[in-house]
């Protein structure tokens, strides 16, 4: 078994603590009136900390193998590679003046 | 005909086309000759190198850093050659020129419909002058379909709910197959359709005198609504003289006189059939007066006009369907 | 090494009865369930593809109406793609050799590889009813919106039948990647790990992270089908590109699901058969993993003219020709391992050989197609036929039948004809370039595809395809009977008749349940035939 | 299947409620229990790689749309039950953090506890899974369903054209089959959890073995993930005012 640095109760709390605190701050971002793309640009980037912390310190990923990180790191470089790639066809779709419809 | 089979080649029939061979005898040469040089050089080692009776095992050999880097590097610059070389074609085949004329294309299961700016409508088949660029705007009813003319070398998908475009410049004329290429349900292989490329003196003729919207085929119809078809048939059962390539023409009248086919003429044996009775024909024709139009007299000389050997209409009976019919396009 | 004489108990005979496979655990087993069933799954795609090629002697379509070619061609490519092609090497070949070529006692979660066979079941069946009660006439493409909103046919039951098997693939891969990871012998480093197992590795890896985005693809199009609301219809608000997209982000690397493999199995072989050390390892082994990344950067080349912007169109283009540049590797050291080799021609050997030319054909091809201004006029014609034919069929299915003719002895024990073998790999090998060289010509000429009648100048063209075809079916019907034969009548093959050097012929043909009596220690590289005399006289 | 004879549990039976050897499976292809527990975690992680690519492929769509139907999609989004969604956020976090805290008394082989939280976690995740319920229902009562319940000219009313009626519908169908989804794989987690609590009050867990909480808990945590990037997805794409409130 790891025998590594376990986390302590107390880091579990900290960090439960502090993952309510950011599910508040993101509610509470969404009532000031932004420019809709912001909401999401800011929700994603708070969802984005507060996954981190999951994965880092509920799944273990903190005191986990070099084979774990290099899981996690191909999922979220492939789901990137999916969302990046597909929405460059959304993005750029009628940016080109002369093709109507495009 | 056997030559047509053995020349496996569309015809090069717009401005796209040579470019898109050009690119073809490119990617040919040089992907045909490094993948012969790999057939021979395996043919070759695996002659050479059979096992005989006396060969010995053979020595260790793991690889040569330098030549896989040779092989790994030159590939890719080849190959950033050929995706310059299809990017241009392709940029420029999706960019039509400003003085394009639009037409736009609907496509539905299992047909074509085709309608040009002057408002002429066509089904399953394009008529298109040589020399002059032509933007397609292209959208579906239904499904998915996509647009194909090998002698253009084009090619676009038909989407429901947008439009999509491409646009060609033929330069030979000729007759070309339209293919829907995109699977598009139990007809699909019907969905084809034939792109004339005609002179543009034939074209502007084709223009106004037969494609739909057009006056001579709005005469056309008025020819069949008023029966005029059950007597000026093309068949031995005629009772009227056939009126293919009329007009203009010296016609040969009863009391030895002759009259040139013309606008008046026309509208004359229209009105008043009894004036002026063809050579060989009894007057069976009553007046149309008060029936036709004046607007569809012009419509039926346009017809006429464009009504040349071989084109009249076959003489169908009408029967109103019985009530109980199927739909026609159930089987 | 180990046991050289013929064992009296091995994993066929260990234990008999029907139940004692249905329920079995152990790989070799589950394997050979696989193996009936592909063969079963490629036979039957084999008859449709017969019909159609039949339909398309006459350019006027004597044989079948419309809406049956359309069935049959659906039928053809529904089986060959998602229950022949991309199941094949890695469940049976993968599932049987894996473990033995890492020296494992079995795969890391042995009961979840027999729930992937029967998931794989499951799915065969919901997709064969689908297909022989009433039929299916999507095409194996299912874009939208003619599969959600116009097709007449049971598409549901099909769509559910390739998910279920969609989640069958993803286990096999879960239970290969942490098998490959887990449990190695000792000694057994990762650059000491024959090619076979890099490139079924590299395929995992694509299954886990292609096939739920299809799954879910096609999930979404069976909400839009039964409930009528729009996902990807337009005419309810939806993009029919967005499925493309979800579409293609697995099927495009599925197309190398299907190659990967069959790149391992000629690894495997052409060393052995030419007595020689794989030339450039390294360079094959990372490759592998090359053609499994850029294989997901590429999928919208399948969508050139299918209405995506021209930015995309382009960065999709140039990262096409990049997935070619690790094949090109593979293809040059193949090549390069025969140089100054002892090279002998057995079966699989003459398979191997098959494989690299029509590879390379088909790849070269590959690159006509990543070429925007070509793709404009030959997508969708047969020129993409043949181009993917090339790679599946000739690449592909040259592989595995290299594979199984391989391996053969040490899954039965047994040797099968050497004359009838090598003559099939010939017939196959001719069969198939008259079959596909003539759609290559007729799909420039602009033979679209999936037409079930046409002009009649493309007759000539279809005859010779039609013709090539028949003698590509018997191609794959002799094996099928010399390999049975070989079941009765083959002389035994003993632990390792190839003389070939990987962990998997160190154990007696047919192997023990348990794969190996003692666990192997494994101190050297694959492919040492330069060190290995003693081996090779065996 | 083969039994290994833990050591390290006798070693530490002092500290422990159990005072017997205990015997733990052990499969016949791993040469250790520590092999196993490795084999069967990496497994668990490469499975979530996949569900990340699952939830992917719907991520990319909504996104998709989302940037050719933004105001509609916005507008479809302050009609959601933002203040479910948010307290259920919050629910699934708490019960994240007992799950871990089951895992961490499981390797303290402090049974007992391991229970508790395992209890408490299944608790939890039936709390999550009757707001979603009652989410539903406000849903249903506000015509949020396309296709059973929804009225286009309500949408009309609310200042939209006509052509953004589907594109308000788009946005339902995938908040019903994203939730939907993350639902079912929520149900599968409270079943996997019971069993383990079963299991442990059998006593099979100890600080050798206890490899199926573990895993379980990695796939619960990551149910959790999927759905803290669900919320500003769905629920936070508008913008609210205090009014919307009474969703409730």
């Known amino acids: 078994m790891t025998e590594k640095r376990t986390p302590s109760v107390t880091t579990y709390m900290i960090v439960c603590a502090l993952l309510i605190v950011l599910t508040v701050l993101t509610v509470t971002v969404s009532f000031f009136d932004l420019p809709g793309i912001w909401h999401v640009v800011l929700g994603l980037c708070i969802a984005a900390v507060k996954g981190a912390l999951v994965v880092v310190f509920f799944m273990h990923a903190l005191i986990s193998s070099r084979v774990t990180w290099i899981v996690i790191a191909v999922a979220c470089f492939w789901l990137c590679l999916l969302l990046m790639l597909g929405l460059t066809d959304y993005f750029t779709r009628g940016l080109v003046p002369f093709m109507t419809g495009h | 005909m056997f030559a047509q089979q053995i020349i496996w080649f569309p015809s090069q029939a717009s401005t796209t086309a040579s470019r898109v061979d050009l690119l073809l005898y490119m990617l040919t040469t040089i992907c045909g000759a490094v993948g012969l040089s790999v057939a021979v050089t395996l043919i070759y080692f695996a002659v050479r190198y059979r096992r005989r009776s006396n060969t010995p095992t053979p020595a260790e050999m793991r690889g040569n850093r330098p030549l896989e880097l040779f092989w790994t590097i030159t590939p890719m610059f080849i190959f950033i050659g050929f995706f310059v070389a299809g990017a241009i074609v392709y940029f420029d085949a999706y960019r039509a020129p400003d003085d394009a004329t639009v037409v736009y294309v609907v496509g539905k299961q299992w047909m074509w419909k085709f309608q040009h700016p002057e408002g002429q409508r066509e089904i399953n088949e394009l008529h298109v002058p040589v020399g002059q660029p032509f933007k397609l705007m292209l959208t579906s009813e239904d499904v998915i379909h996509s647009f194909f003319v090998p002698a253009f070398r084009v090619h676009m998908d038909v989407l429901p709910g947008r439009y999509s475009s491409v646009w060609f410049q033929p330069i030979r004329p000729g007759h070309y197959h339209l293919f829907c290429s995109q699977y598009c349900g139990t007809n699909h292989a019907g969905m084809v359709g034939t792109v004339h490329v005609m002179e543009p003196a034939e074209y502007e003729r084709w223009l106004h005198l037969n494609a739909e919207g057009s006056m001579a085929l709005e005469g056309r119809k008025v020819f069949l609504k008023y029966r005029c078809i059950s007597c000026h048939s093309a068949d031995e059962n005629a009772r009227a003289p056939v009126l293919e390539d009329l007009y203009l023409r010296p016609v040969h009248l009863r009391d030895g006189s002759t009259v040139i086919a013309d606008d008046d003429y026309i509208r004359e044996s229209v009105y008043d059939p009894g004036k002026k009775i063809v050579l060989g024909w009894d007057n069976l024709m009553p007046t149309y007066k008060g029936q036709v139009s004046p607007e569809e007299i012009n419509q039926l000389i346009a017809y006429l006009k464009s009504l040349h050997r071989g084109e009249t209409p076959n003489r169908v009976e009408e029967f109103a369907p019985p009530a109980a019919t199927p739909p026609i396009n159930s089987k | ?538 | 299947m083969s039994y290994e004879p833990s050591y390290a549990t006798m070693r530490l039976r002092d500290e422990l409620d159990q005072t017997a050897v205990v015997f733990h499976p052990l499969e016949e292809q791993y040469r250790n229990l520590e092999e196993q527990h490795e084999a069967g975690t990496l497994g668990m992680w490469v499975f979530l790689a996949t569900e990340v690519m699952f939830f992917g492929a719907l991520f990319l769509g909504l996104g998709a749309y989302h940037i050719h139907y933004g105001p509609a999609f916005e507008k479809a989004s302050e009609k959601l039950n933002w203040v479910i969604g948010g307290l259920n956020t919050i629910v699934l976090l708490v019960s994240s953090l007992f799950m871990v805290l089951a895992v961490h008394y499981a390797k303290a082989g402090h049974r007992k506890h391991l229970m508790t939280f395992l209890g408490l976690t299944a608790l939890l995740g039936g709390m999550f899974l009757v707001l979603k319920g009652f989410e539903y229902y406000t849903d249903y009562r506000d015509n949020l369903i396309p296709g059973w319940r929804f009225d286009d000219q309500e949408w009309v009313k609310e200042g939209l054209t006509p052509e953004q009626v589907p594109q308000v519908k788009l946005f339902l169908i995938f908040y019903w089959v994203m939730t939907g989804l993350h639902g079912v794989h929520v149900t599968v987690g409270i079943i996997a959890v019971l069993v383990l609590l079963v299991l442990a009050r059998r006593g099979t867990f100890t600080p050798v073995y206890y490899s199926p909480v573990d895993v379980t808990a990695l796939y619960w945590h990551f149910v959790d993930t999927v759905w803290i990037f669900l919320l500003p997805m769905l629920y936070l794409l508008g913008t609210h005012t205090l009014a919307d409130l009474h969703i409730l």
């Open chain 3, 1 to 538: 090494m180990s046991i050289a004489i013929q064992p009296r108990e091995n994993y066929l005979n260990t234990t008999t009865g029907v139940l004692s496979w249905l329920l079995t655990k152990d790989h070799k087993r589950i394997a050979l369930l696989y193996l009936i069933t592909v063969t079963v799954m490629f036979f039957l795609g084999g008859v449709a593809i017969t019909i159609v090629r039949l339909n398309l002697m006459t350019p006027d379509s004597g044989l079948v109406s419309a809406d049956t070619y359309n069935k049959l061609f659906t039928m053809h490519g529904v089986i060959m793609v998602f229950f022949f092609l991309v199941p094949v090497v890695p469940t049976v070949l993968g599932n049987f050799c894996l473990p033995l070529m890492i020296g494992a006692k079995d795969l890391a979660f042995p009961r979840l590889n027999l729930a992937s066979w029967y998931l794989f079941v499951l799915g065969a069946v919901w997709a064969l009813y689908a297909m022989l009660a009433g039929g299916l006439d999507t095409g194996w493409t299912f874009y939208t919106p003619y599969t959600t909103s116009s097709s007449h046919s049971n598409v549901i039951p099909a769509l559910i039948g390739i998910v279920i098997v969609g989640f069958s693939s993803i286990l096999t891969g879960l239970n290969f990647i942490v098998t490959v990871h887990r449990l190695r012998a000792p000694g057994l480093t990762w650059w000491r790990l024959p090619i076979f197992v890099w490139t079924i590795y590299a395929t995992s890896f694509i299954f886990l992270l292609a096939t739920p985005t299809v799954a879910m693809a096609l999930i979404l199009e069976i909400v839009e089908r039964l409930w009528g609301i729009g996902i990807f219809d337009p005419a309810l608000g939806g993009d029919p590109l967005l499925f493309q997209h979800l579409f293609w982000f697995y099927s495009h690397p599925a197309v190398y699901i299907m190659i990967l493999p069959g790149m391992g199995i000629v690894s495997e072989v052409i060393p052995c058969f030419s007595r020689k050390n794989l030339y450039g390892y390294t360079f094959v082994a990372l490759s592998s993993f090359g053609i499994a990344s850029l294989s997901f950067l590429v999928w919208a080349h399948h969508m050139f003219v299918a209405g995506i912007s021209l930015y995309a169109a382009m960065i999709f283009s140039l990262l096409s020709y990049l997935v070619a540049v690790p094949s090109a590797i593979k293809v040059f050291n193949w090549t390069a391992t025969l140089y100054k080799g002892s090279i002998s021609f057995e079966a699989p050997m003459l398979y191997a050989l098959g494989f690299v030319c029509l590879f390379t054909a088909g790849g070269l091809t590959g690159l006509f197609l990543a070429c925007l201004g070509m793709d404009m006029h030959v997508h969708d014609t047969y020129f993409v036929i043949a181009h993917f034919h090339f790679i599946m069929v000739g690449g592909m299915v040259m592989a595995y039948m290299s594979g199984l003719h391989y391996w053969w002895p040490k899954i039965t024990g047994r040797m099968y004809s050497e004359w009838w073998s090598k003559l099939s790999a010939l017939i196959i090998f001719i069969g198939f370039f008259l079959t596909f060289l003539p759609q290559f010509i007729v799909g420039y000429a602009g033979m679209p595809r999936r037409y079930n009648h046409y002009p009649p100048e493309f007759q000539v063209w279809n005859v010779m395809s039609s013709a090539g075809a028949s003698i590509l079916g018997v191609g794959y019907v002799l094996p099928l009977c010399y390999l049975i034969l070989s079941l009765w009548y083959g002389k035994p093959a003993g632990p390792n008749p190839w003389g070939a050097t990987g962990l998997e012929w160190q154990t007696p043909s047919p192997p023990p349940t348990e794969n190996f009596a003692t666990t192997p220690v494994v101190v050297r590289g694959p492919y040492e035939y330069h060190v290995e005399k003693a081996q090779n006289e065996l």
